[in-house]
């Protein structure tokens, strides 16, 4: 094929939201039609399928395809893509009769609870018979054609992409409403006589026609944009509007009178419908599926085996190991540093985005179980640990220390400081689990477990026993005792009553002890264990527990915290107040700033929202529990700044790991070739698609939290009115952490850990 | 629950691609013996930010594309070279086009020099653009700033409805 041709048809827009909307509305529509068509086969044949799905891959030529990319050099081009969004996606997608077929389609649930309000509300059925009056349809048809082809609007569209999708979707929607009554896709009804939509078509016609001409018979190009652009194929703007206008006026026209002789036969010979035809047998409801990852091959045999887990956590702890070396003995500059690379720029990020697709990976992975179990091992710590400290507190405490010392001393900037704290975390490990019993140490000390365990509420799946039956049967509560060998849940989780991932190291010991094979990891709507308060196994109601609120709190505004300490407005306004307050360092400005994002600032949240709990008097939300469970309700919004946070260093130094490894290795005469230090540097990546999509990550959790509070509060308070009331002062809040979020994001920020350019 | 999963992960990919762009303007137009070239912009009007440059070649003889030609990119001020790229079809969505993507980093007056060359033929353009003041991050991703609202919004309703 001739080079410039084949190039030209390789011209696609690489549009994946696009595709995405259209396999979504067209895998709907076809289980949907699917499940229909059984039981009235001739209402739906398969031809209306067909119909349907062309109508999709139509609107994708006409908006995807090359011709998009040549519409703005040819006119002819540009309006061939119209009359495809016009003419002939359009009836092919009412053909499809998609209105039964797409709304069986979606999930049960989805239907009835999601959507059965709406459609249900006489609002929407007005405006439903306002926009598909035949007067209407036909003014909107021509309307758009008419308006989007005044030379001005046409030549902003030309030129503006965000006009030009406007364009297309006016005509798109506009032809859709023209087409709906002359086809009349069923169940739809219509109280005007089928023939008029003779003189409706006729009418169309007639326009399309006078439109046509004025391209065909005009003495001069009518928009300058082509005029401008250069011409290809030896075609002038005069000729190229000519052909424009033939494009519009023959197929058009042959569009339309061919529906009107359609609608016509059909009026002359109608056939009755039957619609008392025999129903097939309906296939038996199928099995539920089953989410459980253990029952996958290969991840769950890994899963469920010892050696897995100790495969996962020997292959952590090298690793680990290998951090601590070279952050003692490696380079002392950051970002060549495996020590200042690794945690900061990869862990961090695959922490996160573990708990948001899966679960607590980390902790079942995790590498400081290894000493720990050492530790057992020589010295068989037996003491039961303290019982003031069994509770969250100290693991808060903590938390706010380790987001201190980040901050004050710039943790992610010293290898040096790195190794220490992992050592000290191996070392804290050996101490605590040598000497007290259970698993004290993950339960009431580790400040990562306790991110873990608050990010995985949010989590798709949980540990939980499949059958509660069985559980009622069995008698040897092996799950937390143990069985042959294998121990029992060490963090006294009792699995028939556990709820929740809270406390959970997705150890997996619990399934290896329970003798009826009872014990799945199982899926679950994210973060749905917070819509609920029931008493859980070894944690109680998270409505009463301060310290869990406390710890949700400190993790959510810990998210904002260390987010704007590394923008520029906040570390320049600190540097400031500093220098006038006549401090040498930004320390005590930086300490003051902690001290009052998490602890002065959560103290006044849990203060206003146990008043606020206390004067409503709700039934079975009293000021405590409401607190709790709003601060918890939090919880997604928070893990999504901190995924947003994480995602930004992890896209701009993904691939810094490359010559800090290279250069490692070189250190211990491994050598791969000279480490490529510009794979270091900071690629500034701020495109539209990094920003669009971390400002969906915080609109969803927004949204996520929204939802939860709204869950919270509504079972106790009777009418609608005043439960967005009681929720409307914490439901600002939250939007006012997003918009602070939102801020964080378009501010410019520090690139820690790389190398920078130039 | 699956489906669910991967239309969430599908739309995830989605919004974290970018698709190639081109088009614009035509800002300015060299013929040589053996070629022509168009330079476009985009956006119009050009702005402070992230703006897209695309060339399209041609013989003159016959006025048919030229697709194995060089093409550089320099964006400069009176302060000297601001933004200098290299312009192919891997960034542009018609094939038929050369596009590269500069930064310019401030409002004000531009001079856009496009150079291409084919074998022992060079073409040099040059033009004079004028960007205006970059559009505010609020206002470049409003959409998904406001789709709380909206989805929050559509959630009251039918939570009203449902109760009434």
Same mark, same amino acid.
């Given at each position: 094929m001739n080079p410039v041709v084949s190039a030209a048809l390789a011209s696609w827009r690489y549009e994946p939201w696009l595709f995405v909307c259209l396999a979504t509305t067209g895998w709907v529509y076809l289980r949907g039609w699917r499940s229909l068509a059984r039981d009235l086969p001739e209402r739906l044949p398969t031809w209306r399928a067909i119909s349907f799905v062309s109508g999709l891959v139509v609107f994708f030529v006409a908006v995807a395809s090359p011709l998009d990319a040549f519409a703005g050099l040819f006119l002819q081009v540009h309006m061939l893509q119209h009359f495809l969004l016009m003419m002939v996606a359009p009836p092919l997608l009412w053909l499809g009769l998609p209105e039964l077929p797409l709304l069986h389609g979606l999930p049960e649930r989805l239907r009835r609870d999601g959507l059965g309000p709406f459609l249900r509300w006489p609002v929407l059925h007005r405006v439903r018979a306002f926009l598909t009056h035949p007067v209407v349809c036909w003014l909107a048809f021509v309307v758009v054609t008419w308006v989007w082809h005044v030379p001005g609007l046409y030549e902003k569209a030309l030129l503006d992409p965000f006009w030009h999708e406007v364009e297309h979707a006016s005509f798109f929607f506009g032809s859709l409403l023209f087409w709906f009554p002359v086809i009349q896709p069923w169940p739809s009804t219509s109280t005007w006589s089928r023939w008029t939509m003779v003189p409706y078509l006729f009418l169309a016609s007639l326009q399309a026609t006078a439109f046509s001409a004025l391209f065909v018979f005009s003495g001069r190009v009518l928009y300058p944009a082509y005029e401008r652009a250069p011409r290809l194929g030896g075609l002038s703007a005069l000729e190229d509007q000519r052909i424009a206008g033939a494009v519009m006026w023959v197929p058009g026209s042959f569009v339309l009178l061919t529906a009107t002789m359609i609608l016509v036969a059909g009026l002359l010979a109608p056939r009755l419908v039957r619609p008392g035809a025999p129903r097939r047998p309906t296939a038996a409801p199928r099995r539920p599926a089953d989410g459980d990852i253990l029952r996958w091959p290969v991840v769950g045999a890994v899963l469920r085996s010892r050696s897995g887990g100790l495969v996962l956590r020997s292959a952590l702890f090298v690793l680990a190991m290998v951090v601590v070396v070279d952050g003692f003995f490696g380079p002392e500059m950051s970002p060549m540093n495996l020590a200042g690379v690794l945690p900061w720029t990869y862990w961090r990020p695959f922490v996160v985005i573990g708990l948001l697709v899966a679960g607590n990976l980390f902790c079942m992975a995790c590498p400081f179980m290894l000493p720990r179990s050492v530790g057992r091992r020589l010295v068989a710590g037996s003491r039961p640990w303290p019982s003031a400290l069994r509770s969250k507190w100290l693991a808060v405490g903590l938390l706010v220390t380790y987001l201190w010392v980040y901050e004050v001393f710039a943790l992610w900037d010293s290898p040096w400081w790195t190794a220490w704290v992992i050592v000290g975390y191996f070392g804290g490990a050996l101490v605590v689990d040598g000497i007290f019993k259970g698993a004290s140490f993950c339960k009431y000390v580790c400040p990562i477990g306790q991110f873990n365990f608050v990010g995985s509420l949010v989590s798709p799946l949980e540990v939980r026993t499949r059958s509660l039956a069985v559980c009622e049967a069995c008698s040897t509560q092996d799950c937390i005792r143990g069985r042959q060998g294998a121990p029992g849940c060490d963090l006294d989780l009792f699995l028939p009553a556990k709820v929740g991932n809270l406390d959970c190291t997705f150890c997996m010991d619990c399934v290896r002890a329970c003798p009826h094979d009872n014990v799945g990891v199982l899926a679950r709507f994210p973060a749905s264990e917070l819509c609920t308060d029931p008493p859980r196994a070894s944690v109680g109601r998270l409505g009463g527990r301060w310290d869990v609120a406390a710890l949700a709190l400190v993790i959510v505004f810990g998210a904002f915290l260390n987010a704007a300490g590394m923008v520029e407005p906040v570390v320049g306004e600190l540097q400031r107040l500093s220098t006038s307050l006549g401090l040498s360092s930004t320390a005590p400005v930086f300490t003051a700033l902690v001290l009052l994002a998490l602890v002065v600032a959560p103290c006044v949240f849990a203060a206003a929202a146990h008043w606020w709990g206390a004067r409503l008097s709700l039934p079975q939300l009293d000021g405590r529990t409401l607190a709790c469970r709003l601060a918890l309700a939090l919880v997604p919004l928070g893990l999504a700044m901190w995924a947003d946070h994480f995602l930004l260093h992890f896209v701009n130094g993904g691939a810094t790991a490359l010559p800090v490894g290279a250069r490692a290795l070189g250190d211990v005469g491994l050598g791969v070739g000279a480490p490529d230090w510009s794979l270091s540097h900071a690629m500034g990546a701020t495109g539209d698609g990094l920003m669009s999509l971390q400002i969906l990550i915080l609109d969803l959790g927004l949204l996520a939290s929204l939802y939860l509070g709204w869950r919270v509060v509504r079972p106790s308070v009777e009418r609608f009115g005043r439960a967005t009331g009681v929720l409307a002062p914490w439901a600002t809040f939250a939007s006012l952490l997003f918009v602070i979020g939102v801020w964080i994001l378009f501010q410019p920020m520090e690139m820690r850990g790389m190398l920078m350019a130039g | 629950m699956s489906g669910f999963r991967v239309f969430a992960a599908a739309t995830l990919l989605a919004v974290a691609t970018?698709?190639? %762009?081109?088009?614009?303007?035509?800002?300015? =137009?060299?013929?040589?013996?053996?070629?022509?070239?168009?330079?476009?912009? %985009?956006?119009?009007?050009?702005? %402070? #930010?992230?703006?897209?440059?695309?060339?399209?070649? =041609?013989?003159?003889?016959?006025?048919?594309?030229?697709?194995?030609?060089?093409? /550089?990119?320099?964006?400069?001020?009176?302060?000297?070279? @601001?933004?200098?790229?290299?312009?192919?079809?891997? =960034?542009?969505?018609?094939?038929?086009?050369?596009?590269?993507?500069? &930064? @310019?980093?401030?409002? #004000?007056?531009?001079?856009?020099?496009?150079?291409? &060359?084919?074998? &022992? &033929?060079?073409?040099?353009?040059?033009?004079?653009?004028?960007?205006?003041?970059?559009?505010?991050?609020?206002?470049?991703?409003?959409?998904?700033?406001?789709?709380?609202?909206?989805? %929050? #919004? /559509?959630?009251?309703?039918?939570?009203?409805?449902?109760?009434?």
């Open positions: - | 970018t698709a190639g %762009a081109d088009g614009g303007a035509v800002v300015a =137009q060299a013929e040589s013996d053996a070629l022509v070239v168009t330079v476009f912009v %985009a956006p119009v009007p050009l702005r %402070a #930010g992230p703006a897209d440059v695309s060339v399209l070649v =041609q013989s003159a003889g016959d006025g048919n594309s030229i697709l194995d030609a060089e093409v /550089s990119v320099l964006l400069s001020r009176e302060g000297g070279v @601001v933004a200098r790229a290299y312009a192919d079809h891997a =960034q542009a969505t018609n094939q038929l086009l050369y596009a590269a993507r500069v &930064e @310019v980093p401030a409002p #004000g007056a531009w001079r856009l020099d496009v150079a291409v &060359e084919r074998g &022992e &033929e060079r073409v040099t353009v040059g033009a004079a653009l004028k960007a205006a003041p970059g559009l505010a991050a609020p206002v470049r991703f409003w959409p998904w700033v406001l789709l709380p609202i909206v989805v %929050a #919004g /559509s959630f009251l309703v039918h939570q009203w409805l449902s109760d009434s």
